[in-house]
Each structure stands twice: as C-alpha cells, then as structure tokens.
C-alpha cells in the first residue's frame, strides 16, 4: 500500500520495510526445494500432515507475491529487483481447489479427480512456455503466471543494465552479445504469449505487463525520462542525439506498437481500475508515445511525407507489420471522444500530435474514474501526463 500511495515519503519507507521480510525468508531457505519436501498427494492425510502442507503451500505464495511485488516495485521506481531470478528454486503453488479445500478429506478428493503430477518449477516454464497448457489442472495457473512474468522482468531489467553501460562505452563489449540476448528474451515472450491458457488471456494485468516488458526491451527508458527533463535541461541535451538516432529506428516503431497495445487493454478495463503497477504502465507507454511525437515533426526525424494512417493500437494486420517492418503509414490511436448531446465520436489520433495523444491517454483514465475519487497515485501521473501535453505544445509552437 505504501509503495503505491504516490506519497514519496511514504514509498521511501515502504521500500526499505520490504528487505527485512525478504531477509528473513532468505534465511529460512523459503526460496529454496529442499524447503518443501514432496507429500503423497494419491493418499488420504491425516489432519496433521495436511495442515503441514497448507503451511508449506502458504510459504510458497508468500514467497510468489513477494516476487510479484518486487517485479512491480522495480518497474516503477526504476531500479534493481531486489530477488533475483536465479533464486526461485522453490515449487510452484498448486491447484486452487487444493488451496481452498476446508478440511483433508475435502484436499483427498480432489487429488482423486486431479492427479498433481511432478512439481513444476519457473525454470520450466521459461524452457518451455507450451507447459503451461499441459498443466492446467495441477497448477495455480494464475500465481505461476505472475511467477514467471517477474523472473523474465528482472532478466529483461539485466539486459537493460548492460545495454546501457554498452551505450556509454561502446567498446566494452560485443553488441553482437547484447543484440543476441534481447533476440532471446523478444522470443521467450512471444513464446509465452502464445502459450496463456485463454482464462489467463483474457486478465488485463497479465497482459499489460507482458506488452510492457517488450515496451521496455525496445526502449531506452530512462534515457527518456532524462529526456523530459527529470535532471535538467543539461543532461537532456546531452541524451538528445541517442533519443533522436532511436525514434528513426525499428526498435521505436515495435515499442510504440506494445505502448498502443497497453493503451488499448486499458480503455477495456473496469471502472476504478488503473491504479497502483496498471498506472504506472499506461504512464510508461505514454512516455513512449511523447518522445515518438516530438521527433515525427522535426526534419531529422520520421519522415513527414503524406501516408496512410496506421491503428497501431489494433488487433495486428498487414498494414501493422509493414509499418513495423519498414515504417510505412503515420501511427496513429484511437480515441472514443465524448461530445455532450451525441453518441460518443472515434477519432484517429496521430501520434505526430503529441498533445493530442497525451490528451487521449489521460481522458482514458479520466473514463475509467468517472463518478469515483482519483487514487493520489493516478492523478499525480496525470499531472505529469499533462505537463507533457504543455511541453509538445511549446515544442510544436517553436
């Protein structure tokens, strides 16, 4: 809750309240299998061994939330995850009915009807994204899911790291090595993506933050960020030429296309919803979206030849992929405008209007918090939202 409550105080403490917890479940070797020794799931318990595997299943949630909320916290504040991905060695938490079952005559019935199989691991996930699909009835699908999504977001988060340290010293290493790895990563997520169940498909986090672990595998983040200013006019200028070179490359075209797909999630979601890590990704891809349309109006950006418009914030189509591909169209997203007295009007917002998109993004969380109170959080990201829409109108006026 403090993490989230927009309050900088207040998420300075509540981050560092995470580490002793974490601390003390290191100790304990909860993130280790020699932890949770196996149980004989085909036979009937006695309340004692049963109550002794409700302990160990609630130490390996606790342990999956804590890695959830690590991912989410590092994705926010920008910084290391605190749990590294080589760390979770423990089983993955099992069926739902198990969990919920009230007494072990209840848990023995349903490991009758469902045959828990071997313990899966996130390793085996990431080997194998299509085991997902396998293992429905003997998973809970939805924390492995989550599981996995954090362990790929602090491998992407390293990838990062590296990319960057390669950006000021070119040198140092390869880039064939760098290149090779985010080729990698884009395939295990596709992979992934692929291989949801449909129940999972269709959950909005799920989805937001698989699209914003490829949005940030395309984008030099906090290049950006120092960009729009968030330490000075000085080191802005010194990161414009990197900024420039990348917005005329593939990478921004792929990312402002994952930026549209978690725009179009959040326009479906339910009212009262974008708070908390769902604000801070629709933030993210609006970032990408400003930075995009700012250089599409300038000679040494994107070309301003007259084209066909592209809904980049569409299902994929033949269009989509040769603007991915090869730049041609002028993106564009869609914006179900209300005018009072009529139905509501879909416009097509061109990315090369900046203020116009930032206006869009933000009248979609506005929809989403109609009639209810704003969370501080939300509407702080609105306020930076909106001081980007002011800056591309000074920019576009000059």
């Known amino acids: 809750m403090g993490i989230w409550s927009g309050l900088p105080r207040k998420v300075e403490i509540a981050e560092s309240f995470f580490h002793p917890v974490l601390t003390m479940m290191r100790r304990d070797g909860k993130f280790k299998r ?16 049963w109550l002794k595997w409700v302990e160990d ?117 390869n880039v064939l090595v760098t290149e090779m790895r985010k080729d990698e990563l884009l395939k295990l997520l596709g992979h992934l993506k ?10 909005p986090e799920i989805l937001m ?34 900024i420039r070179d990348w917005v ?31 604000a801070i990704m629709l933030y993210h891809a609006s970032l990408a979206f400003w930075v995009y349309g700012l250089f599409s109006n300038q000679s040494s950006g994107i070309s301003r ?13 033949i269009a989509l992929q040769r603007f991915k591909g090869f730049g041609q169209g002028q993106p564009c997203i869609g914006w179900r405008s209300e005018v009072p007295g009529q139905d509501d009007v879909v416009l097509s917002v061109p990315l090369s209007q900046p203020d116009k998109v930032m206006e869009a993004v933000m009248g979609i969380v506005r929809t989403n918090f109609s009639g209810l109170p704003i969370p501080h959080l939300t509407e702080r990201l609105v306020q930076l939202m909106a001081e980007l829409e002011n800056s591309a109108k000074r920019k576009v006026a000059a």
């Open 248 to 278: 005329k490359s593939e990478a921004a075209r792929h990312a402002i296309c994952h930026a549209a797909q978690i725009v179009r999630i959040a326009k479906r979601l339910p009212k009262g919803i974008i708070r908390s890590p769902l």
């Open 209 to 242: 933050r698989l699209e914003l672990t490829l949005l940030h595998l395309q984008m030099p983040f906090e290049d950006i960020q120092i960009f729009a200013g968030m330490e000075g006019p000085e080191r802005a200028r010194a990161v414009y030429p990197m």
């Open 305 to 317: 030849v007259p084209s066909q418009n592209v809904c980049i914030d569409d299902t994929d189509s």
């Open 194 to 203: 692929l291989s949801l169940p449909s129940d999972e498909l269709a959950d």
């Open 34 to 49: 020699s932890a949770y020794p196996d149980t004989n799931t085909q036979a009937i318990v006695s309340r004692d061994e």
């Open 57 to 173: 299943e609630s130490f390996k949630r606790l342990v999956f939330r804590m890695l959830s909320h690590d991912a989410n916290s590092s994705m926010a504040l920008l910084v290391n995850p605190s749990i590294s991905y080589a760390e979770v060695l423990l089983p993955l938490p099992g069926n739902t009915d198990l969990w919920t079952a009230a007494s072990p005559e209840q848990w023995s019935s349903f490991i009758t009807v469902q045959d828990p199989g071997e313990p899966l691991y996130v390793a085996d996930i990431i080997d194998d994204p299509g085991i997902l699909n396998n293992r429905v009835g003997s998973l809970d699908i939805y924390v492995a899911i989550h599981g996995v999504l954090a362990c790929t977001w602090a491998m992407c988060w390293e990838h990062l790291q590296l990319s960057s340290l390669q950006r000021s010293r070119p040198r140092r290493w």
